[in-house]
């Protein structure tokens, strides 16, 4: 088996992804930005990919809004949650596939394609740029696209502050602190503009990067972090006003590339 399949077996197998986007208060905020900003670019009816719709939050949501969705998933363990989560919605198409291997699908075919997942998991630069050239190819020109990834300060933040940091900085960067990618880390980060620096030549405009979490994953951390209802969407209210902000981007585990293909 490919290494990074075994590796994402192994992970996603615990079943882990089903509701991570509803458990906790990042999950929810990672979330409510994501779907604010696909709305934001949405015509009704779009046809809508997404590759790496782990068990189909986005996907089975969208199908409901409407909207003609295709939903892709490598991991099988998320594969049968999407299957089972979007039974009986008849916009709505499963597939199992890769990201690296788009090639059953049409140029130019879809008006939004998503990619929430796979850029966590694509180590090397090769396989980033193959994934991104798959989605770019099957947009629409005109289309839009959406592309997730992790940032590498924010990982380093999160998980290991506390009593872990020499690791976290042998884990992700080089003695002199360039980011480093390999299939161990399961989940690899990047610095907002060496993301960015993928798309440079690309047949895409670049319309903004948002950060889709805030520091809320960063914040969960601390055992006595707590969020009334009241203040999540007093903070939400706050997030979402300053998400695209430069000087926050870092911060943020979840960011989000938005870009347009290029008519």
């Known amino acids: 088996m490919d290494p990074r399949l075994e590796i994402l077996n192994l992970f ?8 991570r986007l509803e458990r906790s ?26 590759v ?20 892709i998933e490598l991991v099988k363990q998320n594969y049968d949650r999407l299957l089972e989560n979007g039974a009986g919605i008849s916009n709505l198409q499963a597939k199992q596939g890769d990201a690296l291997d788009l090639s059953a699908l049409a ?3 879809f008006d939004l394609t998503l990619m929430l997942g796979p850029m966590y998991h694509l180590y090397s630069l090769q396989e980033q740029h193959r994934a ?35 690791a976290g ?31 440079k030549e690309k047949p895409v405009r670049h319309i903004t990067t948002v950060s889709a979490d805030s520091i809320l994953e960063v914040a969960a951390g601390r055992d006595d972090f707590s969020m009334s209802d009241e203040d999540f969407a007093a903070f939400a209210s706050y997030h979402f006003a300053t998400c695209e902000k430069r000087e926050l ?6 960011l989000l590339y938005i870009c347009q293909k290029q008519k």
Request: aromatic residues 12%; proline residues 3%.
């Open 25 to 50: 208060r990042h999950g929810q905020l990672e979330y409510l930005t994501t779907m604010r900003y696909i709305h934001r670019y949405l015509n009704a009816p779009s046809t809508i990919l997404e």
């Open 12 to 19: 996603y197998g615990q079943d882990v992804e089903n509701t």
């Open 52 to 71: 790496g719709a782990g068990t189909g939050r986005y996907s089975v949501a969208l199908a409901k809004e409407g909207h003609d969705v295709t939903a």
């Open 132 to 166: 991104l050239d798959e989605a770019i190819r099957v947009t629409k020109p005109g289309g839009m696209l959406l592309v997730a990834f992790l940032s590498v300060h924010a990982i380093l933040y999160a998980n290991y502050l506390q009593g872990n940091l020499l």
């Open 169 to 199: 900085l042998e884990e992700n960067f080089t003695a002199d602190y360039q980011v480093r990618h390999f299939p161990e880390q399961l989940f690899t980060g990047f610095d907002p503009a060496e993301f960015e620096a993928l798309f």
């Open 107 to 109: 140029d130019d075919t």
């Open 249 to 254: 981007l870092g911060a943020a585990n979840h």
